[in-house]
């Protein structure tokens, strides 16, 4: 089992920025991925931003170029740097890790949730 503590969050103007946190415990030597996901009023979850155990990234294309992924493996834990934001990116953010277990099991795990909102 995977626990996924988040921080970070609230309102902000657009333009502004917010960084968001998570970290991880318990099982933590099984994770693989880590990253964040967000699900705004009647849409879909969707992924923003993925990071591997050895560093590779990939974003969704609304948020290339604004927002940044890191991990600190050691600590278990990943951030998300959210610069330029902007109205349509007020959503809840949701922490999401990976784990795998003898290279087929893979189970999901989720943090509780953190509102962005990002209005004048």
């Known amino acids: 089992q995977v626990q996924l503590v988040e921080s970070g969050g609230g309102l902000v103007q657009p333009g502004g920025s917010l960084r968001l946190s998570c970290a991880a415990s318990?099982?933590?030597?099984?994770?693989?991925?880590m990253g964040w996901y967000r699900q705004a009023p009647g849409k879909q979850r969707e992924l923003v931003a993925r990071?591997?155990?050895?560093?590779?990234?990939n974003y969704a294309d609304s948020v290339k170029g604004r927002f940044t992924i890191s991990r600190d493996n050691a600590k278990n834990t990943v951030s998300l740097q959210m610069n330029s934001l902007k109205p349509e990116d007020t959503a809840v953010y949701y922490c999401?890790?990976?784990?795998?277990?003898?290279?087929?099991?893979?189970?999901?795990?989720w943090g509780q949730g953190l509102q962005v909102t990002v209005s004048p």
């Open positions: 999401h890790a990976l784990t795998v277990l003898y290279d087929t099991i893979r189970t999901a795990y």
């Open positions: 990071i591997t155990k050895d560093g590779s990234t």
């Open positions: 318990g099982s933590v030597f099984n994770i693989n991925d």
